[in-house]
């Protein structure tokens, strides 16, 4: 999401990474990885529970999962992973975005 950081925004979206680990190894990861968008830690799992995100010890932790939430607050499209590398490509989170674009024109 990097690499494409500049197309999201450009198609009316933020990105928000929430991640497991304390405030500080969150700081300092996002400073020494030069991260675009902003991160927010999440301590206790809370949000994680919150979007019914699967924890797996023999998948290292928490599988991933994407949210597009609209303005209004509504979950557009959800993606829970199945595995680490099971992440949603650029390409279609912003074909995604494309098309609830065109829904609100």
Not at 65 to 77: C, E, H, N, P, T
Request: some cysteine.
């Amino acid at each position: 999401m990097c690499q494409d950081y500049s197309r999201f925004i450009e198609a009316g979206a933020e990105i928000l990474a929430i991640g497991p680990d304390g405030p500080n190894a969150f700081k300092g990861y996002w400073e020494n990885e030069h991260m675009p968008f902003p991160g927010l830690s999440d301590i206790g799992n809370k949000i994680a529970k919150l979007y019914y995100q699967e924890m797996n010890l023999l998948k290292f932790g928490w599988v991933p999962a994407m949210f597009i939430v609209d303005l209004a607050g509504k979950i557009r499209y959800a993606h829970y992973g199945d595995n680490m590398q099971d992440i949603p490509k650029n390409q279609d989170i912003l074909a995604i975005l494309e098309e609830i674009r065109k829904e609100n024109v």
